[in-house]
């Protein structure tokens, strides 16, 4: 007996006679041939009390720095986004958080109401009328489009900007050599998507076409232009999107995309080290029946009231199996709660001052930064939340060093694009959040025009 | 009261968000931004205060049954007891407000958290090479699809076809499918274990893995495991383990001593995790040495001097990475802490206790005399969780197995899940999982065989059940014949 | 179902504690603490499982009523929004896990909270010195009746009797008589506000205070307000200003303006705190220049160089301690939370919407053509209050004011306070506070207007009302006739 | 408008219209004389986004030093006892967190029954067979059982012993100087109350006696003959307790006390810098109806079924007005939830070991820093969860600076007698949980060791 366990002794007994047995040992001695029984105790620790739980926790949490310990101007790909407090209660709430997938709609009005609302909010932001009600997080969810493409029009090559984010071209290539479809990446000029060879590289066997918006490098992306390349392909025009910059941008269902996916952090969840967060993915009509996951619908009971339940399931593994569009079970209706939660709290004007004041403070970001000796704009483009500079300090390594010398002043400054981009090996990603305020961007350009200056002057010291 | 949603509620602008002052020298904001890459209308979404916000969720999270208000025995998903340690440590913001990107020197702890978890995963699996990175169960059968895929190409083989029993999850073929091969099944024998004669008949070259659970879907420990092993490498093959029933066996028997390459876990089941209402979940695998190579990036290495990296490039063959970042970390968290809490000997104590309990329950409907009517589909004894046809029930009776689940929400218990595995008539598949008491699995056992004696009074009443939730049986056929599937917004 | 205790749950040996381990030599425990002064046999305590245990808890949780569920427009007791912003900030370590004896060089972040809490308060009573000490709104009654004893004590004097208003709050005249004194009641004039002619005849030198809350349980507003402090004032006695309806004036008017020398505040009412079921509350209180003397210590100074310090010996006359430590340091977290949010504005926002709903309420109300049968008792607009009288109703309806909350359950509303103020009869006290909306005032109304409706038809419907909730009415004449406060435990 | 308010301009004409005003000035206008009408906005700081509310409350808790920060053997009074996460998510419950007191029982059974089981808790602990639902804290629990005694018997002298925490003390002072009692403080002898000059106080005239267990000085005293002293006069025994303890201590009930109260911090709740927590009355039979503040009672209702109610309300403020036991109203209901979650969460074993353990960690710690040079017992009495010693450093100040020595080292090695005892001036109160492990001890006795040496070599100097 644990904690968690409350067989007593009685019980034992009892339970043992019930089932006419001698020993619980005696049930798996029963069904476990003993060639394949594991004949000693697992090597593992001992257990532990909870406040030595806690305790060991906390100081493996004392041992990460997270953005309550620095000034971080982190982004490429999560945001540092300030989490409404409503949002830790209601999810942590036993009715949200302890139930399973809403398989009894009778006692899962609440989940099931929430997937309806949630899909209203993101078809709202996408200009999408389809969306279904979240996948696990968003380069899976730009691979599980290269999927939905695959089933819709079995073409074998997948065109993709090198502006998408790495880790979703990672995957994207990881799902597409499973089922069977090439990638072909096109890359990026003056920050954005090559546009002609964004046109050279679409034709009649582009099962789909990927671009992000904005893209990797921060920069604004001609998404209706990128779209309209496509337009005479079979391709299905997939954008990844962050959504919070769509209290600005035109939204992809205005743009031409067939499928907008991205990730969801940024909508009332946690950083966590990465995860858990959701993905987003809304559609055009035409492929309602053809999205992965689960889809909450409306309906009525035997009385005639309104309710909600999980339809279209004949797309769905358990129904489906062997000819689902997706093999998704449980994927993340928690974290798209908080997403529902968070832009119902930003709320129509909100979410449109929020792009506002990113838009001022990601250009006042920039003009401060390459103001600075040694720092240049990598691109010119628009930018709404996150920008790329150049750092004159001889490559990657130079970038890291710089970063490491922000750090140890409690600034952490951004991205080395080194990390992933050869081409932009001086590169350093800047992301803003309505956390940062003008007082942090003012830190950020002293702590990195002293990082950039010192680690110039030991490079020279080095070289004389 | 109908329900109505957020989007009907509130007014023109109203609002809970306070927005941050510009404190920087402002800008022309159509130079900054051109008009053609703008929106040119806000996205419709909800204008209300924070009290109304708080409100109308609050009132319709409680139209939900949850774990903490009541049983849950819905077979295959473990719905066990979620401590609120690990909320609370996992809210902790050195590990909450943690960047994905922050660089390893300053992610230690993370990095040893995910490390140890790890090794823990890999002693109780019995396969030592362990990545965390899917996101749930089916993302790790991909993971594991894939990873097979890499092997038989590393030697230069191109297989087609991955054996799945007619008793395996829905998404053992879907993964299948979505990982390029072909789904070939194999029958289930008399025992409820795989029919080794069929399986040898379709073991040939051309098969890429077999996907297994064990204990299946049945709530069967297969007992020629070893043999299925040996037919299945013998051709080649890899064999792939669904930890769904990973809860029936910790600290009693191992899938790696059992023979197999592959396993998944699913944390939010044997390591308990809130399942929140259908995820986040977290589907980490674990492999044998020859399936290392092909592992997914980057790789948790740690140093001499006790430091720990993200080794970008850890895995030579890596298959790549199914995902962004390193993986669902804040489940990591919760599961850690439940490992911590419980160690070797409450792992096991899990096992058993979940093991007797099911048996117990199983025995308890035989005493209320329900095993005519609702018997165990395969054997005598079961593992963690037992399959019972409703089939009899149906004939006697005239109520359905989804009728008996609609009369149970009445009972003030989740139903346990229905018309799975398919290969049962009228299937219920019952995981009572070891945190209920023997005081529940009485008062369980007791309601069935109360609706049984009242359908045989009177079957309409089960047939239109349910009576007392939020909403009473609801038209799923219309819901999927014109969809509805957002609130229509007038302004 | 029977409600059924935790103490009737569980059994014997079942635990949800994990102890640590003896991890230091063991002596003999009958050495260190002999059997003489050990106990027996342990408390019977229950033994449950943590699954148990949350399960019980959360499943009486939802036999609640609350805040975040509808509607709770419960008179004198300000049930506005609790932000959760506040549950946040005061469960950061640094303020939950600060220890009261920790040194104040230690403790530099509370203390300068408490400090800027302070002059908030002082601002908006406009009386600059502020103790945070008192633990409820009555605990601040009884400091300032005691500091009024001190005051008088300190001339010399010793004054027997405190005048309190017959509209005013329990707790006053309790406090009066816990203080020493002897309550002298003052009438109520035709408009609800003080009979200046009783009070007149009433204040003599033996007079120590006059308790006064304006505005006051009537939600009257009194405008001879500053004859009434020339009056008390005149005869040497205090002004005392109890702050349970400060929701009506901040930022409009301030009880220092009106002539007040001590205030006590509700934070758990004006200043939005989670009333928890009943507790925590706080109830710091502020004075005038002439009653800084008697103040409690200690108290918090600020030095030349900006930081702060605990004074023991701050307040040289000090009445003393009220209790242990510095106050409820948590519910000073969360007002002062609350203060930074709003600000000037929207402290001055939420008193005017508070009267501005009132009045509203009352308007629908008279739409609804119930004033003839529920009329405001006094006057023709209201602060944020406003109380009808039910004897029109009762007399043509037949119905009580009880019996007309009773069937407000049933409509999904928290009735209001009923039969307070004690002046009025079958009295309907109703605060709908600030943080709801028109929407929700509307449903209110209809439904009260509903309930008559129903009631000219059938009043047996209401007399036996309530029908939906968890339980219905309850006999609370035979729970005090055999006192049962306990659960009986066999073993 | 502000984020919790909600009337939109169109809300706001409708309002004005259906009420008959033109504006809402005019309702303040109309209601409050000029002359006391605040003619400007108030002098507070301009309101916040929530970001920067949090922000700012951050940084105020970084500049306090809490029990995460240093190791600290502080007691006196309040203790850091793990807290265990389940009391966290069931009072963050809205249906617990947000509710008033139960007056409407039909929606109020949680509370209700809350309060039920609460009272059955502390009865147990206490070994009375009544409780009430709880008052403000500790002190002035103390304070109100002396306004029990003075409704009960009318006596005007108090006897206290010197044992009881000084802030009880100053409560019970302030409280009896309003209703007329006088105080007579009995000394304390080889760390215990002196039992002949307790006896000796006693008289016909005593309203009631007052000692704490264990007393200030950590020492447990022999109640049952402090008890016994008075049997023979009107007093009323009171018995300040710390319900910790209580698991091995015999309890109030087994020692003649008439009325135990305590501070009920130690059972679930968080420090808090000294609130709220809540203080626990307990009875005998025959103060039933003297008892201060709500009482849940348990009875049925219309249909018979098992329900609960605040009973005997012919003793509150509400109905009693200047007649009532005490003016106590709001209390600490949310609290006392803690503290029956917390009794249940140990359980029967749980309080007994918890309380065993604690006696083997306090007596290794009073034997590891006695051993120290320069430290010795204050007394020899038994002791449960604290003990004091004395520290050879030249008084009050000369143990302050030591305090802070060790704090400087992370260590908070406890609370300096002298603030309250002028006798115990070199006097150091340690007091342990089981949060502080047998490591902590030996940290404690290392920095404890190397403060007193080194204050004594700087005394040394000083001195020469």
Known sequence: MSQYTAVTDADLAEMLSAIGVGSVQELFDRQIPADVRLGRPLDLPEGMPEQDVYAH?????????????????????????????????????????????????????????????????????????????????????????????????????FVVSRGLHPHSRETLATYAHGFGAEIVEVGLRDGVTDPEAWAAAIDGETGAVFFAQPNFLGAVEDAEA???????????VVGQYDPIPLGVLKPPGECGVDVAVGEGQTLGNRLDFGGPSFGFFAATEAYLRRMPGRIAGETVDADGRRGFVLTLQTREQHIRREKATSNICTAQALNALAGVVYLTWLGREGLVELGELLLQRTHHARERLTALDGVTALHDQPVVREFAVALDVGGTDG?????????????????????????????LLVALTEQRSAADIDRLAEVLGAAVAAERADAEVAAS | DRATTIFEKGAAGRRAFVAPKLDVPEADADTLLPAHLRRSAPARLPEVSEPELVRHYVKISRRNFDLDTGFYPLGSCTMKHN???????????????????????????????????????????????????????????????????????????QRHTVLTPDTSHGTNPATVTMAGYTVVKVGTNVDGGVDLDDLRAKADEDVACLMLTNPNTLGVFDPNITEIARIVHDVGATLYYDGANLNAIMGKARPGDMGFDIVHFNLHKSFTQP?????????????????????????????????????EQGYE??????????????????????????????????????VLNANYLLAKLREHGV???????????????????????????????????????????????????????????????????????????AAIAAILAEAAEDPAIAQNAPYTTPVRRLDEAAAAKTPRIRQPIET
């Open chain 2, 83 to 157: 401590p609120r340690l690990h909320e609370r440590v996992a809210a902790l913001s050195g590990h909450s407000r943690l960047h994905p990107m922050q660089s390893p020197e300053h992610a230690q702890g993370a990095l040893e958290l995910m490390y140890n978890l790890e090794r823990a995963l890999g002693e109780v699996s019995g396969l030592p090479h362990v990545s965390l990175q899917p996101s749930a169960g089916s993302h790790g059968e991909l993971a594991g699809v894939l990873l097979t895929r890499a092997f038989h190409e590393d030697r230069g083989q």
């Open chain 2, 317 to 354: 063959k890596s298959i790549g990475r199914l995902r962004g970042f390193q993986g669902n970390y804040g489940c990591f968290v919760r599961s850690y802490a439940y490992i911590c809490s419980l160690g070797a000997e409450g792992l096991r104590d899990a096992s058993e206790t979940a």
């Open chain 1, 57 to 157: 926790l906390r100081d493996l949490a004392a041992r990460n720095t997270g953005a309550e310990d620095e000034i971080t101007f982190l982004g490429a790909g999560m945001y540092d986004h300030y989490v409404p407090a409503v949002i830790d209660m209601l999810l942590g709430r036993s009715e949200f958080l302890t139930p399973y997938t809403p398989y009894q709609p009778e006692v899962s009005q609440g989940n099931l109401q929430v997937m309806f609302e949630y899909q209203t909010a993101i078809s709202e932001l996408t200009g999408l009328p389809v969306s279904n009600a979240s996948v696990y997080e968003g380069p899976s969810a730009v691979a599980s489009a290269g999927y939905l493409a695959r089933l819709a029009n079995g073409r074998p090559k």
């Open chain 1, 226 to 236: 990128l779209a309209a390349a496509a337009k005479d392909s079979p391709a299905v």
């Open chain 2, 275 to 311: 399942h929140g209402g259908g995820g986040p979940g977290s589907g980490p695998i674990a492999v044998s040495e020859r399936m290392r190579p092909y592992l997914m990036n980057p790789r948790i290495v740690r140093a001499q001097d006790g430091s720990f990296d993200l080794d």
């Open chain 2, 371 to 445: 095993a005519d009517k609702l018997p165990l589909a395969f054997g005598e004894l079961c593992m963690h969780e037992f399959v019972l046809s409703g089939s009899p029930m149906k004939k006697d009776l005239g109520i359905k197995t989804l009728d008996l689940a609609k009369r149970l929400l009445d009972h003030g218990y989740h139903p346990p899940t229905v018309y799975f595995p398919l290969l049962v008539d009228e299937a219920l598949l019952v995981e009572p999982t070891e945190t209920e008491t023997k005081e529940t699995l009485d008062g369980f056992a």
């Open chain 1, 399 to 427: 970038v890291r060093r710089v970063i490491a010398r922000c750090q140890e002043a409690g600034v952490n400054p951004g991205y080395a694009l080194g990390r992933d981009y050869e081409e932009y090996g001086d590169g």
